[in-house]
């Protein structure tokens, strides 16, 4: 298994993501829906590259896409949750 590496671009982007989450109060119930799909990590990723060209509101879609790279590989998705939670912790 390999370490995950993560790019500058996905690293703002998640942080991006946070925040939004933060912001409307949506910690908690953003993260039990990603541990949710945490087994459909991969497929989700997936379907992001579907939804990419009708995303912008928070990213763009170079972002959105480097997101969607990131959550192909099974660590990624421990690092958005970590973020989301530091975030969080850090906000309050």
């Known amino acids: 298994m390999t370490d995950l590496v993560v790019s500058e671009l996905q690293?703002?982007?998640v942080d991006r993501i946070?925040?939004?989450i933060i912001r409307?109060?949506?910690t908690i119930p953003a993260i039990l829906a990603l541990?949710?799909?945490?087994?459909?990590?991969?497929?989700?990723?997936q379907f992001m590259y579907v939804?990419?060209?009708?995303?912008?509101?928070i990213l763009?879609?170079?972002?959105?896409?480097a997101v969607a790279k990131?959550?192909?590989d099974r660590g990624g998705l421990d690092y958005v949750i970590t973020r989301?939670?530091?975030l969080d912790a850090e906000a309050r």
């Not at 541990?35 to 990723?45: A, D, M, N, Q, T």
């Not at 939804?51 to 509101?57: C, D, F, M, R």
């Open 11 to 13: 690293a703002s982007a």
């Open 70 to 72: 990131l959550l192909e």
């Open 84 to 86: 989301i939670e530091t």
């Open 51 to 57: 939804l990419s060209p009708s995303i912008g509101t």
């Open 35 to 45: 541990e949710s799909i945490r087994p459909l990590s991969f497929v989700g990723s």
């Open 24 to 26: 409307f109060g949506m």
């Open 18 to 20: 946070a925040q939004f």
């Open 60 to 65: 763009s879609r170079t972002e959105w896409d």
